[in-house]
């Protein structure tokens, strides 16, 4: 099974700063089949970036992912308000498709 | 519009069982994958079982592996998670969510809203 650690766990930032998120891989994920969710309170995660890098559809361009092996990445360019939130990575490269324990982004 | 509507949740006694499940729209259903994800109070994701979209393949996190049993039904779209042998870990929201693909070896694009199980005597 690959673990995923994220780091760091509480990232207390301002709107308009950058984030910058962190995910590492026990072993190599294949193919960076690696994603990137966000969940806000009472709501179901959803889908930010897959394949280290791609933006999902609707996803808004200050959002990118980056990283390959066991060290990935997740930026979020200029903070908007709505942005504070649980992130959490993903490997679906291999079953069990493990999720990191999440970072959350608070409002400084 | 894709929707998932997951039913089945409640409280159940230790060691007792409960079928979930999830009503999937907006999609040609048996050309996707769908996965089962849960979330136990104030902790992260934790996925636990997906099948392809024929329902050929079946993969589950060893935390349930010969105790739940996911399946799917193309005719209705609809997905289901048997759970049986149920402990009070199991406590969560439990989620349904799509993959892009009629594989799963594929991200997660379209979630449910999730139902609760509360494993309690």
Excluded at chain 1, 2 to 20: C, D
Excluded at chain 1, 31 to 59: D, E
Aim: aromatic content about 12%; proline content about 5%; glycine content about 10%.
């Amino acid at each position: 099974e690959i673990v995923l650690t994220q780091s760091p766990g509480t990232l207390s930032l301002s709107p308009g700063e950058r984030a910058t998120l962190s995910c590492r891989a026990s072993q190599s994920v294949s193919s960076s089949h690696l994603a990137w969710y966000q969940q806000k309170p009472g709501q179901a995660p959803r889908l930010l970036i897959y394949g280290a890098s791609s933006r999902a559809t609707g996803i808004p361009d200050r959002f990118s992912g980056s990283g390959s092996g066991t060290d990935f990445t997740l930026t979020i360019s200029r903070l908007e308000p709505e942005d504070f939130a649980v992130y959490y990575c993903q490997q679906y490269g291999s079953s069990p498709y493990t999720f990191g324990q999440g970072t959350k982004l608070e409002i400084k | 519009e894709v929707q998932l509507v997951e039913s089945g949740g409640g409280l159940v006694q230790p060691g007792g069982s409960l079928r979930l499940s999830c009503a999937a729209s907006g999609f040609t259903f048996s050309n996707y994958a769908i996965s089962w994800v849960r979330q136990a109070p104030e902790k992260g994701l934790d996925w636990i079982s997906a099948i392809s979209g024929s329902g050929g393949s079946t993969y589950y996190a060893d935390s349930v592996k010969g105790r739940f049993t996911i399946s799917r039904d193309n005719s209705k779209n609809m997905l289901y998670l048997q759970m049986n042998s149920l402990r009070a870990e199991d406590t969560a929201v439990y989620y349904c969510a799509k993959h892009p693909y009629s594989g799963s070896f594929s991200p997660l694009d379209y979630w449910g809203q999730g139902t609760l199980v509360t494993v309690s005597s």
